[in-house]
């Protein structure tokens, strides 16, 4: 007669057979048959794989370059209620997403962007993190650089693109790296802005593994 404390060492026989006869079941040309048909659909006439995920990394970019413009206007221009913009700013980086989904969506319906490349990269421009970051590293860059562009004839938006630009490559690459792990993941912001396969990021590609037969897991697993 068994006992209880024989109980656990016979569930892990029962799975380790469970898991060797499920392998034995697995022929080579079912194993090939996934492969290949993964290989279709990523040698199609688009890899779109390679469409998702420049789509992510061209929004996050954008957002990055948005964050610069902010920044340094909050950095180096001078105008009414700076303080104010940049409080206002910093208190809005913890309000959640999902307060603003709604109301996000509608902004973007009314512009005419949903279902469109700009409703992925358009609202999020104004990241208030990014904002803050760049802000930061204005304030320690020297105003000696633009103040010798200035004499050379550029304007503020000239300075900016010409001087004070190019000297923001490591903040613009670590924006640019930290959003894409913060957004990679989204779904539910791309599942209601865009429904056209072009647009699609690769979370909504994933998923679409799940929900279009037969089950694709080679490229499941891959993603």
Known sequence: MLSYSSLPTLLVINTIMG???GAANISLASM???CVEYGEWKTGKRSEGMIFS???FKTKLASAIGGALCGYALARLKFPGKNFILSA???LYIVPFETVVLPL???SNTLKITNTFFAL???FIGNCFNIFLFRQFFMSLPKELEEAASIDGCGVFGTFVRVVLPNTKPVIATA???TIVTHWSDFMWPLMAVTSPKQKTIQLAIQGFFTDPPVRYAPIMAA
């Open 19 to 21: 898991l060797a006869e």
């Open 32 to 34: 090939v048959a996934d």
């Open 54 to 56: 420049s789509n992510i």
């Open 89 to 91: 700013i910093i208190a």
């Open 105 to 107: 969506y509608l902004v």
């Open 121 to 123: 990269f358009v609202p």
């Open 176 to 178: 640019t790296v930290l």
